[in-house]
């Protein structure tokens, strides 16, 4: 995890996962190098338990 935000006010937990920057990734079909680029765009996802206070 790169960092997590918390906003109590909010009810909100904000998660940031980040992977290291290899000069190169293995290709999934042929196993070469390549370059690694940022390949998706930022996802948000509901959790509603996570500020609830149950346990």
């Not at 992977?19 to 940022?38: N, V």
């Amino acid at each position: 995890m790169a960092r997590v935000e918390l906003d109590v006010a909010r009810q909100r937990v904000d998660v940031f996962a980040e992977h290291g920057t290899p000069k190169s990734w293995p290709c999934a079909e042929c196993g070469a190098a390549c370059g690694l680029h940022d390949h998706e765009p930022e996802r948000i996802w509901r959790h509603l338990d996570s500020l609830s206070g149950d346990k």
